[in-house]
Nanobody, 115 residues
């Protein structure tokens, strides 16, 4: 059974940084694209960043230049480095992958940007 577990969220002041991690178990994800999504209260879940198995990345316009997605295939883990955080980045952040066996989501980690 594939499981994705996010960690690293928390409360941070505007302009601060956080690094989210998503650790996978139950499958080797080195050949799969991985994505970070977020959902703010009252809003739809949106794609934040995505990384392919080959390391190609794409980002939402709202986070370009501030967030960086990366992966460590040896650790079966994907990361999201978030810098210059803004209050509008406040949301629950989810890790996602789509395999032949289906789509998988983590439980989410809360990120709150507030002074």
């Amino acid at each position: 059974q594939v499981q994705l577990v996010e960690s690293g969220g928390g409360l941070v002041q505007p302009g601060g940084s956080l690094r989210l991690s998503c650790a996978a178990s139950g499958a080797t994800l080195s050949l799969a694209a991985m994505g970070w999504y977020r959902q703010a209260p009252g809003k739809q879940r949106e794609l934040v960043a995505r990384i392919t198995s080959g390391g190609n990345t794409n980002y939402a316009d709202s986070v370009k230049g501030r967030f960086t997605i990366s992966r460590d295939n040896a650790k079966n883990t994907v990361y999201l480095q978030m810098n210059s955080l803004k209050p509008e980045d406040t949301a629950v952040y989810y890790c996602n992958t789509n395999l032949l066996t289906g789509g998988y989501w983590g439980q989410g980690t809360q990120v709150t940007v507030s002074s």
